[in-house]
């Protein structure tokens, strides 16, 4: 019954997807407002059939109905609860039924938003596109990637349960979704660029819901691009967080285009420029996902999270050919048409600076795109098969990380349209003896290397920047207000969400590139060969194998060792590093074990397990500032939920405030007044 | 006026891109790892010099010693046969007739390796036993 109300509900999705389609479409052309209005429905219908196919492969998980296919090779009996639910992502045919749900929370948010504006063409076509977008993946479920197909012949006893990977660890349930929401978030922006471009219209609405999905989508993307850092850190036992594997890469590659976006479309809204480019960015962060999804959903890169060789792999491929072409022939019909006359006045302003940001954000997603799909050209064109090496990615990625770094140092400094020399020196006086200040402090206590010393010391300007940024503005309303400080710092932040936001954001990353700089390729590692009751120091740690214990459950069993560490004679506690073997995997999966402390973290793997003499080899690795990188993602984190978090409603009953109503009597309150005054 | 501002921003633009290209050149000529099997291996030493590549094969059974810093084993792939020499542990997957890629450079002709691949997935086999 299960393969039918699956197959039922993925159907009613597939028609309701294209049905309400072809309804938008014919309302913003015709403008005909019931059509639109119709087509916006089918919205409802779209969620209402995802959420009810995903129920239905939920209910045949957690009931292990093994006369389903999918949960016959991902769901066991033994798993437990937690990793059956996340099961559902487990591989290729459930992780495209979440692609599918998710897709569809994300219209049905935006069609609930966009309630108000059905007689905009722009929106029309915008729900028009995400619904035939949402059409092709449930085309692609009823085709290639069928979730709910039977199992062949006689149904089986039990499941093999899910790739040991993926039930070792809890995280395993929240980052895929996490990294899910923001990538299959792009498709709103990417609809409402599709919408604009279809129906000719740029105007105040259509910019600021664009800025809000995409910063949305964006926030949730940053949180799950550090969530899958912090997972590979957590469970590979390699010591690392990032390796330029090509899926993290599939990741990164849209984030920097999407950077990218957030930053230019300032310079759309106060001067009404660079409008072609900002829809050109937002089109290739969509093609830049589904090309991030062809490379992990098709097999054809060997990768940590590869799913099997399918037939979904030209399909998407075709799908991504279709939105590229459409893209560019759109871009191509009415670029004149949006274009905007005018240039950059100076190159000492905020607009030039967010100009760089734009080339250099282009620049590492061109250099990361280049080295992912290298291996695969080589293969198709000359028969080679070849890897580029991590090398090639830190070479590139470093510099342009550095200037980025440079550029949020000085642009918060930079007022719009233009500013003299002397005055710039004067400002930028502070973070350049910031800079020059902790690069010498850092090069004494012993950091080596120059990419990261330069780093070190631009993470100390950025800081610095954003609070001499900040400061003066507090000052003065403290003064006008006669409040305390810190009450004018609440108030100011409050007042103007985005501007401050995006502040905290830059925090964030100055943290992160501090964590980076220390940690990134550094740290201590060493492989010691114990007998039980031995000890060996490392870093200042001693560690003492005290044996080895052996549990077992009908998911796995696990062989641990217990570990004794003192730190400089304090004690530290006992770390337990495993091994566990899964029932149906031929291989032992290794689990760290890591004391994170803000300085550094100690990371110990269980390498092998006692030899014939009864020695273990332990791994033990010491990372400075890791935890920093966590740190770092929840500051960007907060700041973009600071920014984003709805300021006012946008339909407000009269008589009725809303409830975080931005402080309207202060002159830095609302977007348009004081956000980048630099001053 | 409005001609030379084109010119310079397709000057600038091309400037940039080229850059970016002869970037993009070096770094990948220069980071390139070829995997290869046993015999293609062997064939290719002379042009590999001491280049970063991908050595795949099966270890030879009874081959593996293991040495004070990492061990030694052979990896053929049924016509030619490389000894390898390994620095640091090697993954617990790894033995008897274990297909494996180590990644590494010539001397002479021994294999220096200094990383073991073994993906994660039980479905993983190194290229050359996949055709």
């Given at each position: 019954m299960k393969p039918e109300l699956g197959h039922l509900a993925l159907a009613v999705g597939f028609a309701a997807a294209a049905t309400g389609a072809a309804l938008a479409a014919l309302g913003a052309a015709r403008r005909d407002l019931r059509a639109a209005r119709v087509g916006r429905l089918f919205v409802?219908?779209?969620?209402?059939?995802?959420?009810?196919?995903?129920?239905?492969?939920?209910?045949?998980?957690?009931?292990?109905?093994?006369?389903?296919?999918?949960?016959?090779?991902?769901?066991?009996?033994?798993?437990?609860?937690?990793?059956?639910?996340?099961?559902?992502?487990?591989?290729?045919?459930?992780?495209?039924?979440?692609?599918?749900?998710?897709?569809?929370?994300?219209?049905?948010?935006?069609?609930?938003?966009?309630?108000?504006?059905?007689?905009?063409?722009?929106?029309?076509?915008?729900?028009?596109?995400?619904?035939?977008?949402?059409?092709?993946?449930?085309?692609?479920?009823?085709?290639?990637?069928?979730?709910?197909?039977?199992?062949?012949?006689?149904?089986?006893?039990?499941?093999?349960?899910?790739?040991?990977?993926?039930?070792?660890?809890?995280?395993?349930?929240?980052?895929?979704?996490?990294?899910?929401?923001?990538?299959?978030?792009?498709?709103?922006?990417?609809?409402l660029a599709m919408g604009a471009l279809i129906s000719g219209r740029v105007d105040e609405q259509w910019l600021r819901l664009t800025r809000q999905t995409t910063l949305l989508a964006w926030g949730l993307l940053t949180v799950g691009?550090?969530?899958?850092?912090?997972?590979?850190?957590?469970?590979?036992g390699w010591g690392g967080y990032w390796a330029w594997d090509p899926v993290e890469n599939a990741a990164l590659i849209p984030w920097f285009t999407a950077t990218a976006f957030l930053h230019s479309v300032r310079i759309q809204e106060r001067r009404g420029r660079l409008?072609?480019?900002?829809?050109?960015?937002?089109?290739?962060?969509?093609?830049?996902?589904?090309?991030?999804?062809f490379l992990t959903r098709s097999g054809v890169v060997a990768s940590v999270h590869a799913f099997s060789r399918s037939a979904v792999g030209p399909v998407l491929l075709g799908f991504l050919a279709v939105l590229a072409v459409s893209a560019l022939a759109l871009l191509a019909w009415r670029g004149d048409r949006l274009r905007t006359p005018g240039r950059i006045d100076s190159p000492l302003s905020r607009e030039a600076a967010f100009l760089v940001n734009n080339l250099?954000?282009?620049?590492?997603?061109?250099?990361?795109?280049?080295?992912?799909?290298?291996?695969?050209?080589?293969?198709?064109?000359?028969?080679?098969?070849?890897?580029?090496?991590?090398?090639?990615?830190?070479?590139?990625?470093?510099?342009?990380?550095?200037?980025?770094?440079?550029?949020m140092a000085v642009a918060p400094l930079l007022p719009y349209r233009a500013m003299e020399p002397r005055q710039l020196r004067e400002r930028?006086?502070?973070?350049?003896?910031?800079?020059?200040?902790?690069?010498?402090?850092v090069t004494a206590a012993g950091v080596r290397g120059v990419e990261r010393v330069v780093a070190l010391g631009l993470a100390a300007a950025v800081a610095w920047s954003v609070v001499s940024s900040v400061a003066p503005q507090v000052r003065a309303r403290a003064r006008a207000h006669g409040e305390r400080r810190l009450v004018a710092l609440g108030r100011l932040v409050a007042g103007n969400r985005r501007r401050y936001g995006g502040f905290v954001v830059h925090l964030g990353v100055a943290i992160i590139a501090v964590a980076l700089a220390a940690s990134y390729g550094a740290g201590t590692h060493r492989e010691l060969v114990l007998a039980q009751g031995r000890s060996a120091t490392v870093q200042g740690y001693t560690v003492t194998y005290l044996g080895t214990e052996a549990r077992s459950t009908p998911q796995k069993l696990t062989l641990s060792a217990q570990l004794r560490v003192t730190h400089d004679g304090q004690p530290v506690g006992v770390l337990t590093p495993s091994l566990a073997v899964f029932p149906g995997a031929t291989e032992a999966v290794g689990s760290p074990s890591v004391r994170a402390g803000l300085r550094q973290d100690l990371y110990l793997t269980l390498v092998s397990s006692?030899?014939?003499?009864?020695?273990?080899?332990?791994?033990?690795?010491?990372?400075?500032?890791?935890?920093?990188?966590?740190?770092?993602?929840?500051?960007?984190?907060?700041?973009?939920?600071?920014?984003a978090w709805p300021a006012r409603r946008r339909v407000r009953r009269p008589g009725v405030p809303a409830r975080d109503a931005p402080v309207l009597d202060t002159p830095a309150a609302g977007e348009t007044v004081s956000v980048g005054s630099g001053s | 006026?409005?001609?030379t501002g084109?010119?310079?921003?397709?000057?600038?633009?091309?400037?940039?891109?080229?850059?970016?290209?002869?970037?993009?050149?070096?770094?990948?000529?220069?980071?390139?790892?070829?995997?290869?099997?046993?015999?293609?291996?062997?064939?290719?030493?002379?042009?590999?010099?001491?280049?970063?590549?991908?050595?795949?094969?099966?270890?030879?059974?009874?081959?593996?010693?293991?040495?004070?810093?990492?061990?030694?084993?052979?990896?053929?792939?049924?016509?030619?046969?490389?000894?390898?020499?390994?620095?640091?542990?090697?993954?617990?997957?790894?033995?008897?007739?274990?297909?494996?890629?180590?990644?590494?450079?010539?001397?002479?002709?021994?294999?220096?390796?200094?990383?073991?691949?073994?993906?994660?997935?039980?479905?993983?086999?190194?290229?050359?036993?996949?055709?």
């Open positions: 409802a219908l779209v969620v209402v059939a995802a959420v009810g196919a995903v129920a239905v492969m939920e209910w045949a998980l957690l009931g292990h109905d093994f006369s389903l296919a999918y949960v016959a090779q991902n769901g066991s009996r033994a798993t437990p609860t937690l990793f059956t639910v996340a099961s559902l992502w487990a591989a290729l045919q459930g992780s495209i039924l979440l692609w599918a749900l998710i897709l569809a929370v994300h219209l049905g948010v935006a069609a609930h938003r966009w309630r108000g504006l059905t007689g905009d063409p722009a929106i029309g076509w915008a729900t028009a596109v995400g619904l035939a977008v949402a059409a092709f993946f449930f085309a692609l479920m009823l085709g290639p990637a069928d979730p709910f197909r039977a199992v062949q012949g006689a149904v089986p006893a039990d499941g093999a349960g899910p790739n040991p990977l993926l039930q070792n660890h809890p995280m395993m349930a929240f980052h895929p979704p996490m990294l899910y929401l923001g990538y299959v978030g792009f498709t709103v922006p990417f609809a691009i550090v969530l899958g850092a912090w997972w590979s850190y957590e469970v590979l409008r072609v480019w900002n829809l050109s960015l937002l089109l290739a962060t969509y093609c830049l996902t589904i090309v991030g999804t250099v954000m282009t620049a590492l997603a061109t250099v990361v795109v280049t080295g992912t799909v290298f291996p695969l050209l080589a293969e198709a064109l000359w028969n080679r098969q070849l890897a580029v090496g991590a090398p090639y990615f830190d070479r590139l990625a470093a510099p342009l990380g550095l200037t980025l770094l440079l550029l930028l006086l502070g973070p350049a003896v910031a800079a020059a200040g902790t690069a010498a402090a006692p030899d014939e003499t009864g020695q273990v080899t332990v791994g033990v690795f010491v990372n400075p500032l890791v935890s920093w990188l966590w740190l770092g993602g929840l500051v960007m984190a907060l700041g973009t939920a600071w920014a | 006026m409005i001609a084109r010119l310079r921003w397709w000057i600038c633009a091309a400037v940039c891109a080229g850059a970016v290209a002869w970037l993009l050149g070096a770094g990948l000529t220069a980071n390139i790892q070829y995997f290869r099997t046993a015999s293609e291996a062997v064939a290719a030493r002379a042009d590999d010099g001491s280049h970063t590549l991908r050595l795949a094969g099966a270890v030879v059974p009874g081959s593996e010693q293991d040495t004070a810093t990492g061990v030694d084993f052979a990896v053929t792939d049924g016509h030619a046969t490389v000894e390898v020499h390994h620095v640091g542990s090697a993954p617990e997957l790894f033995a008897a007739g274990a297909p494996v890629v180590c990644e590494g450079h010539w001397q002479r002709d021994l294999f220096l390796s200094d990383r073991i691949l073994i993906k994660h997935g039980s479905d993983y086999r190194p290229p050359e036993v996949r055709q």
